[in-house]
């Protein structure tokens, strides 16, 4: 299976519409591709993990003449704002209850965090309309 169509079968089983939406040419970013891989699966998994009765997931990919910005973007409860820099946090999770439900052990994040720092990316997490998005940019490379 195509790495674009790994998430197709739990799309449809969960009934998510999943787009993405892209600016520009093909890019390349200067990272350790499973390192990058890894940022991407926590936050397509968090999205599925926490949507909304909407199930839209929207993958964002922009650039400028420096750097790409990929965005994740859910539907879904947003995240209060006293949470926001806590998430990131060795074993922090929001909703204790539900994380039982979905597992995981709190540390997505803040690998997700470290991933980042080591790749010198700016990075974050947006309440957006009616959802969440976690971005991250990534420098271009040659």
């Known amino acids: ?17 999943a787009v993405v939406q892209k600016e520009g040419e093909n890019f390349k970013v200067i990272g350790e ?31 400028n003449d420096e750097t790409v910005k990929i965005g994740i973007y859910n539907t879904g409860e947003l995240i209060e704002e006293e949470e926001m820099k806590k ?11 539900r994380s039982r439900e979905y597992g995981g052990t709190g540390l997505g994040l803040s690998i997700v965090k470290e ?6 990316s700016k990075f974050g997490v947006l309440n957006r309309d009616e959802g969440v998005e976690f971005w991250f940019e990534l420098r271009k490379g040659d």
């Open 115 to 120: 991933i980042l720092k080591l790749h010198h």
């Open 33 to 63: 591709a499973s390192k990058i891989e890894q940022v991407l699966m926590n936050f397509i998994n968090n999205g599925i993990d926490h949507i909304g009765r909407e199930k839209n997931i929207t993958i964002c990919i922009n650039s």
């Open 87 to 97: 998430i990131w946090d060795s074993f922090y999770k929001i909703d204790k209850a």
């Open 1 to 17: 299976m195509r790495k674009n169509q790994k998430y197709q079968p739990i799309f449809k089983d969960k009934n998510i519409y």
